[in-house]
Each structure stands twice: as C-alpha cells, then as structure tokens.
C-alpha cells in the first residue's frame, strides 16, 4: 500500500502535463483547420509531432543514463513547456514545425522515462496495476485537455497560453510538491536462460520480437488503433452515412470504454498470465471489429455498445503488453526496452493512416476496420504462440535490501 500510495504524485505530474499536451494539439488542429492555409502546410505541422515522437525515442536512454529518471523527467517537461510557449509568439508556419518537432521529441521522452521508471519501481504482482493507472492518468489527461477547450472555448485567443500554464504547473508539481520520486530498489535478478538475455547485451525490438512477440504486435497494435480510430473514424462515419454527431460521440464513447477498463484489466493482469490475457484480448477486439463492420449504419445503438467494448478491449492491449515485456528482463534493460517499444508505438502512428486512407478509398470504408481487427488478431496468434513455446511460470525479479545511490535514480 505504501509503494502504491509513493507512485501516485509521479502518476498526477504525468497527468497535468498530459493534459497540457491534450489541449496544444487540439488548438494547433483548431488553428490549422482555417482555409487559408495551404494543405501541404497543414499535413507537414501535423507531421511534425509523431516524427519528433520518433527522435525521443532515440535520445531518452541517453538523456536518463546521464542525468537519471527525475531530472529528465524536469527538464523535457521545460523543454515542452518553452516550445508550447512559441506558439503564443508567432503563427509563423516554419517555425510551428519546429516547435511540434520539439514538443513530440519532449512527450516521448516523459513517456519513456515515466514507463520505465514505473517498471523498475513496481514488483511482478503489482506491474500491471501500475501500467494500468498510468493509462488511467494518459486517458484522464485527453479527456481533461477538451474538458479545458470547451470551456474556455474552440476559438479562443488564449487556448495556447493556457497550454503553457498547463505545462508549467506539471513541471511546478512535479519539482516542489511532488519532490523526489521514492528510491528505486537495486534489483536482483534470478537468471532464466530461457527468458532473460545476458546482462551486457541490450535489448532491441529484435530481441524483444524474439523473446516476446506478443508485446511487439501488441504495442504496434495500439499505436496503430488509437491514431486511426481517432483520426480516421470521423471519415469512416461520413462515408458510411452516419451523422458528424455521431461519429464524435462514438470515438467519445470508444475512449471511455478504454478508461473504464484499465484499472480492472490492470488488477488482472496481475493474478492471471498475461499471455492468456493478450490472446483473449486480440481474439475480442478481433471479433468486435468483425461487429463494427457487420453493423454498419443499420443498428447505431448496437454500434455505440461495439465501440464502448472495443475501446475497453484494444485500448488495455498496450499496459498489459508492457507489463509482460518487463516482467521477463532485467531492469537495466527497462530504459532501452521502453524506449524500443515506444518507438514501435510512434511507427504505428505514423505508418498507418495513409494504408487506413488508401484502403477506405480503394476497397470501402469498411476496410478501416477490417485492417484493425486484423492486427488484432495478429496480436491474438502471437499469444497463442508465447503460450506454446513456454508454459512455465516466469520467476519475479527479488528487490533487495540494498537500494541505489544518489538522489532518485
């Protein structure tokens, strides 16, 4: 209870600079949907973000081997709080690229420092009830982000100022009220030449793909799934007849479900193998997307109750993945590892939508969702396939009595 209770400051710092995040990029959207700006222009900003995603991806091992967890974790929330401050300076489009370059690279490196730092931090028993809460908080912050436009609101002069006091006031709590993040243990690891690589050899997606494919097409899986749903659905709903009203409210109502699920699906995980947990998962969200195409605009209230599924299905995929990657290697691996997996959530990103557009224009609309259940099932197959290969129960890392040097490494 107390190392639950240690975790939750880190947890609120991720959610007030998240939702800070959520309400920049609706604005930049906001901003950009005005005509007279050229459309390339338009598809080149919106670029800028994932791609910077990309390149913190890269860096953040190196930033957290030098400075540690903490002071990483400060100093890429200043550098987003600084970059989301560019935008109330100018509305020069060069520069906006720039400054989501900046914000994207910021935002990976929070996720990946918060991520590996909770996977360090939590035990085999409770890891996937701290991956949970984390998703929990990320959710949260989206829902807190549009929370914060509507009421201020869509065209409002201030929108971006707001965003950087969002973010100053995560970087403030996180540096004065939430203080120093509880030492993390020095772990002891109990060698499984089945399961964890030697020590000196890092682990790349390569490695990861080997030892747990399940968390490579489950994360890719939900990279893919929450870009396209959110970015793709509203044309989906169009071309199939639906009104714009209800398109939003089923991509509302998908998220939701995702939020509502992550705490039990989180407590789950850790009383059950989390292998049988992603194959159930992929083989569901498989079969609800088979639903989603079936129903079509014919039975609207059954597609409301196939979205609020499928959002508590494929939207938990991702902390469960997480966990059960983490739970099988040593914890110097953690930074490299989540950084690796994070960097596959960004391709997901960036690589699908144009496929998920070209199949909407080429095939139907409904081939978005085809597409979906597909990876999906992918992730259900590669489960089944972790369930194959081993069946024995992976032995949890021991925390010693020793813990680490320095501040809050």
């Known amino acids: 209870m107390a190392r639950s209770r240690a975790i939750f400051p880190i947890l609120f710092s991720i959610c007030i600079i998240g939702t800070g995040n959520g309400l920049l990029t609706t604005a930049v959207s906001l ?3 005005n005509p007279e700006i050229n459309p390339r222009v338009v598809q080149i900003v919106l670029t800028a973000f994932p791609v910077g995603c990309l390149a913190g ?3 953040t091992r190196f930033l957290v081997a030098k400075f540690g967890h903490q002071r990483t974790f400060l100093l890429v929330s200043l550098l987003a709080a600084l970059a989301t401050a560019g935008f109330t300076l100018t509305i020069f489009m ?3 690229v720039g400054l989501r370059l900046v914000n994207g690279l910021s935002m990976a490196a929070l996720f990946i420092v918060s991520e590996s730092w909770i996977n360090l931090y939590a035990d085999q028993r409770h890891r996937g009830t701290y991956l949970a809460l984390y998703m929990l908080m990320t959710s949260l912050a989206v829902l807190f982000g549009q929370l914060m436009i509507e009421v201020a609101g869509p065209h409002s002069p201030h929108l971006f100022l707001i965003a950087t006091t969002t973010f100053v006031a995560g970087l403030v709590y996180c540096k004065f009220i939430a203080a120093y993040w509880p030492v993390l243990p020095a772990w002891e690891p109990q060698p499984d030449p089945l399961t964890i690589a030697p020590a000196k050899q890092r682990y790349g997606l390569w490695k990861l793909a080997i030892l747990a494919p399940a968390t490579i097409l489950g994360v890719f899986q939900a990279g893919m799934t929450n870009m396209n749903v959110f970015a793709m659905t509203p044309i989906y709903g169009v071309r199939i007849g639906l009104s714009a009203a209800t398109t ?8 939701i479900g995702g939020m509502l699920a992550q705490a039990p699906v989180g407590w789950l995980s850790d009383r059950l193998d989390r292998r049988l947990m992603l194959l159930v998962q992929g083989g569901v969200a498989a079969l609800l997307c088979a639903g989603i195409v079936w129903s079509g605009n014919r039975y609207v209230s059954l597609l409301f109750v196939l979205f609020f599924a499928y959002g508590a299905t494929a939207l938990t995929i991702y902390p469960v ?3 059960f990657a983490n739970s099988q290697i040593e914890s110097r691996h953690m930074v490299s590892a989540s950084g690796g997996l994070l960097l596959l959530y960004s391709i997901g990103n960036v690589m699908t939508p144009g496929l998920a557009a070209g199949l909407m224009e080429h ?3 409904q081939a978005l969702f085809v597409m979906l259940g597909s990876g999906a099932a992918l ?6 396939f972790n369930l194959m290969r081993r069946h024995a129960v992976i032995p949890a890392s021991r925390g010693s009595s020793c813990v680490t040097s320095g501040v809050n490494e």
Do not use: Y
């Open 31 to 33: 901003h950009l949907s």
């Open 57 to 59: 991806c890269l860096v």
């Open 94 to 96: 060069p520069v906006w």
């Open 248 to 255: 939003v409210a089923l991509v509302t109502t998908f998220s």
């Open 321 to 323: 993945a997480i966990a």
């Open 363 to 365: 095939v139907a609309p």
């Open 379 to 384: 992730v259900a197959i590669a489960a089944s």
